[in-house]
């Protein structure tokens, strides 16, 4: 029950990202004639925000209650939202686009947290697609509601899109909240030692930390086993992204992540819609009609597809994500040369867009975690997500700068090279963890929820389409 409200929260939390942002743009430079610089500027600041925000907000959910972290944040993105309605000046509007990304951002990483904890190794991924799909909704709601109401040529005709998103934002902290308040299952009251014994128990022998973790699925199994509730020693006394990143598959699911997302989602909402309408010849209906199929695709597919790749690894998906962003490239590449058909390719290519995210969308996360240093999942989520969020906000100034310039084919072809590289970091990823399995080197899978209530820390420690 508690996943399910988790999942329901996520989807109206997303409302406010649907709401504002595809119309923020337009607001502030021509409805309040700013110009495009403040308008360019906020959208910056949202990105920042966010690249910010993530890595601290998982590092507090390591450390404290991730369900009030998640509380916390989204009821800060609620108040930098809500206070664009009174942002009469470019200063005061860039500033509450920060609190907005900050607070947006903040709250990933602990819901992720969440989705781990309240949910068992056999539906983990189950529920990280409903969480990805019921989001993907609450956008296109959220941008669909607005879109009735929005009114771009009155100063105040974004101010219902400002507090649609500020009480989405409410409204999902107050189901998580609710949802935290809840009876624990049994497994999940039992104190993290017992829990870890436990899962302990069944690791066969031999295997070392990996054998407690389900190697087919990239499940987590265990909570901490050593129940001592902390870092190892390493993770206390070096740097935060040394010791993320000491093992080789955790280097590499970064570069997976990275080029996944610079092979489509940073080009979604604007790299792809300027190819298409610049080098195609499509007109500017297709964008939201190709916008849509990709939505629906993942809507009716997310359930099956997930069903069908139970059993498979995570790096072998991931591997078959890249695969079919390296197929989406070249069918754009070869729409250029057939301008008759060119607008049915760029639509049907969404749509294929649509098939690698269900299966992208339900692995990533918990194979990060898998990967995660004990005492760390919660910080390795954001930072991977801050990576995720870093690379794609350039996404769009590099296809500005290569469209702008006629540079066509290097647009396309730098993006069929970043989608190759993620199928040879996914396989690398494969690897690092078949040698780590069999030596026993990749780190012990750590939920820290539930050792978090039972024994909290005593100190503060500093700390994403998407």
């Not at 624990?184 to 066969?204: E, I, Q, T």
């Not at 129940?227 to 955790?250: C, E, K, N, T, W």
């Not at 754009?332 to 639509?347: C, E, H």
């Not at 989608?419 to 030596?439: D, Y």
Request: charged share 15%; glycine share 10%; net charge neutral.
């Amino acid at each position: 029950m508690r996943a399910k409200l988790l999942i329901l929260a996520s989807s109206i939390g997303s409302l406010g990202w649907g709401a504002v942002l595809p119309y923020q743009y337009a607001y502030a430079a021509d409805t309040r004639d700013w110009g495009a610089l403040v308008a360019a500027g906020a959208s910056s600041l949202f990105s920042i925000g966010a690249l910010v925000a993530a890595p601290l907000a998982g590092r507090l959910a390591d450390r404290f209650d991730p369900v009030r972290v998640a509380v916390l944040a989204q009821l800060i993105g609620a108040a930098g939202v809500a206070s664009l309605v009174f942002a009469d000046v470019p200063a005061l509007f860039l500033a509450g686009m920060l609190v907005f990304g900050l607070g947006l951002s903040a709250a990933v990483p602990a819901k992720q947290v969440l989705a781990l904890t309240w949910s068992s190794s056999d539906d983990r991924r189950k529920v990280f697609a409903y969480k990805f799909t019921g989001e993907a909704l609450g956008m296109a709601a959220g941008a669909f509601l607005a879109g009735l109401v929005v009114d771009l040529d009155r100063a105040d005709g974004l101010d219902i899109g400002f507090l649609m998103a500020a009480g989405g934002f409410v409204l999902s902290s107050a189901i998580i909240a609710l949802a935290g308040r809840m009876p624990l299952a049994r497994a999940a009251a039992m104190p993290a030692a017992r829990v870890a014994d436990a899962a302990a128990s069944d690791v066969p022998a031999g295997t070392g930390a990996f054998g407690a973790v389900d190697a087919a699925t990239g499940a987590i199994a265990v909570v901490d086993l050593d129940g001592d509730g902390r870092p190892d020693g390493p993770a206390r006394s070096r740097g935060a992204l040394r010791v993320i990143f000491a093992q080789p598959a955790m280097r590499w699911t970064a570069v997976v992540t990275i080029a996944l997302a610079l092979g489509f989602y940073a080009q979604f909402e604007s790299g792809l819609p300027a190819y298409g309408i610049t080098v195609l010849d499509v007109d500017p209906s297709a964008i939201g009609l190709a916008a849509a199929i990709n939505c629906v695709v993942i809507v009716a597919l997310q359930v099956i597809v997930v069903k069908l790749t139970a059993k498979r690894s995570a790096p072998v998906l991931l591997m078959g994500v890249g695969g079919i962003w390296v197929v989406s490239w070249l069918i754009l590449s070869a729409a250029q040369l057939s301008p008759a058909i060119a607008t049915a390719l760029f639509v049907t290519t969404y749509g294929i867009f649509a098939v690698g995210e269900t299966i992208y969308s339900p692995v990533l996360n918990p194979l990060t975690a898998q990967l995660a240093p004990k005492g760390m999942v919660g910080q390795t989520l954001g930072t991977v997500a801050a990576l995720q969020t870093a690379f794609s906000a350039a996404g769009p100034l590099v296809a500005g700068v290569l469209l702008g310039a006629g540079l066509t084919d290097v647009f396309l072809g730098m993006h069929l090279a970043v989608s190759v590289l993620a199928v040879f970091a996914a396989w690398r990823v494969k690897r690092a963890m078949a040698v780590a399995s069999a030596s026993s080197e990749i780190p012990d899978v750590v939920t820290n929820a539930a050792r978090t209530r039972e024994e909290p820390p005593t100190t503060p420690v500093d700390l994403v389409r998407t």
